[in-house]
């Protein structure tokens, strides 16, 4: 789970009939009224789902429909908006109707799949951005809050996005301009990821159905600069709410993001490329039982094996710490554990920190400067 949420980009495939037999994604942009709007749609050739936005807000509002030859009709259950359009070459025309009845002209016009201008085409996001993204990020303002001092010598900005009122910070001072420069490159990839997220979970009613997206961790010295991010949301016709954390990390000296691997490596040789065949392997049968043994030795109390049936944090099991968030504090590394459904609440233990007099042993060359 390292990048929050899961990056809950929609990716939408448009097909045939009305759409496009190719069956490639398709956006629109438009009006109803004088309101600019962009939507996008995925369907065969008699249903259709999707979601549209409008630009100020920029919340997702999910659409179901039907196809019957040029006419597509299509209305949300979250909010009673209902739409009749007509295709005529590259555009869609019609009326919008609101739940109270009120009726508006639509017009839509079909998107070129990668004519979108990217709004950061200096942030490298995990997954590339779809148009329908880029247009909903390109109206994002940030908007400038307190300063505040860490440590007496970091100073960060504090920005918000004003409809979502999520936070974020920057790194200003404190490190040469390089570093800066590249460390707030990633630290924005982060936050502008997580407002698309945001605006992408439904919560039912034209809301958002992010309860929770707020800095919880935040770690800076000489050489990193380490922070978590904590979520919980509900999105529309999910089976159920959820929530997680998301650690990011970075070398201070170069300004580079850093892999687990970087700080705690228990392996021999080469270590593997994240999201390899050897990586998973690594994480599975090395790691996670290396960090339960580790464990066991610094916190025998909460290490021991439950008891009661009823208890299902059992923090024994190595399947728990294979995959989970982690990131640096000023006590060491933090290591999350990742239950089941029905034993979430066991996740991430406040207690589970390997200290840096230990992280010192297994990598003497990086925490020893």
């Known amino acids: 789970m390292k990048k929050l949420v899961q990056q809950l980009f929609l990716y939408f495939c448009f097909t045939i009939l009305v759409f496009n037999a190719s069956g490639q994604s398709v956006t629109l942009q438009g009006t109803i009224g004088k309101y600019p709007i962009v939507m996008e749609f ?85 997954r590339a951005l779809s148009d329908y993204s880029k247009l909903r990020l390109a109206e994002v303002k940030l908007v400038p809050g307190k300063q505040e001092v860490v440590s007496k010598k970091y100073t960060l900005q504090w920005y918000s996005e004003p409809t979502s009122k999520l936070t974020m910070f920057k790194v200003v001072a404190g490190y040469p301009e390089n570093i800066l420069k590249s460390v707030n490159q990633i630290i924005d990839r982060d936050f502008y990821a997580n407002i698309e997220a945001y605006f992408s979970c439904a919560g039912g009613n034209g809301s958002s159905g992010f309860d929770i997206m707020e800095v919880s961790s935040c770690f800076l010295n000489d050489q990193f600069i380490s922070y978590c991010i904590n979520s919980s949301w509900y999105c529309n016709r999910a089976a159920h709410p959820d929530f997680g954390e998301s650690g990011t990390t970075i070398n201070a000296k170069t300004g580079k993001e850093m892999e687990l691997e970087d700080v705690l490596w228990f392996g021999k040789g080469v270590k593997p490329k994240r999201d390899s065949d050897g990586w998973y392997k690594y994480r599975s049968d090395v790691f996670a039982p290396k960090v339960v043994e580790l464990f066991k030795k610094l916190y025998p109390v909460e290490m021991q094996k439950p008891t009661d049936k009823d208890d299902y944090c059992d923090y024994t099991d190595p399947e728990v710490w294979d995959f989970g968030v982690w990131y640096l504090t000023d006590k060491g590394l933090y290591l999350g554990a990742y239950f089941y459904r029905a034993a979430r609440p066991c996740d991430n233990p406040e207690w589970s920190v390997v200290p840096y007099t230990v992280l010192k042993k297994y990598n003497p060359t990086l925490f020893n400067k």
């Open 42 to 126: 995925e369907g065969d050739e008699s249903s259709l789902y999707g979601t549209y936005f409008y630009k100020k807000f920029k919340q997702d509002i999910p659409l179901t429909g039907s196809v019957s030859g040029n006419l597509i009709r299509l209305a949300s259950e979250d909010t009673g908006d209902k739409f009749s359009l007509t295709k005529n070459g590259d555009t869609y025309v019609g009326t919008y109707k609101n739940a109270k009845g009120a009726s508006l002209a639509v017009q839509l016009t079909i998107v070129n799949g990668g004519s979108v201008k990217n709004p950061f085409p200096h942030l490298k996001f995990e």
